[in-house]
């Protein structure tokens, strides 16, 4: 069965952090490109960072550069999204994304930015 799990979502203060975890289970893990995306109430999901298969060229959204880290584990089948100076701006549910020919979606974890 292919699957994404999310965790490590929660409340946190403005300019605090938190570390984002997507165990992947079902497929070739190291063949696919993973990524991370949210969508915020009213808005439409935006991707957040990508990281590649083989390079692990990455790419970030321009909101989050110099904030947000992604990296992963082959060996453990997991891709990480390390978020740090989070902003009441950066407040959605976060998901995980698997691609090769097609999409794998994981179930989303909420972040909440406030005071």
């Known amino acids: 069965q292919v699957q994404l799990v999310e965790s490590g979502g929660g409340l946190v203060q403005p300019g605090g952090s938190l570390r984002l975890s997507c165990a992947a289970s079902?497929?070739?893990?190291?063949?696919?490109?993973m990524s991370w995306y949210r969508q915020a109430p009213g808005k439409e999901r935006e991707l957040v960072a990508a990281?590649?298969?083989?390079?692990?060229?990455?790419n970030y959204a321009d909101s989050v550069k110099g904030r947000f880290t992604i990296s992963r584990d082959n060996a453990k089948n997991t891709v990480y999204l390390q978020m740090n100076n989070l902003k009441p701006e950066d407040t959605a549910v976060y998901y995980c994304n698997a691609y090769r020919w097609s999409d794998v979606w994981g179930q989303g974890t909420q972040v909440t930015v406030s005071s």
């Open positions: 990281i590649g298969s083989a390079s692990g060229v990455t």
């Open positions: 079902g497929f070739t893990f190291s063949s696919y490109v």
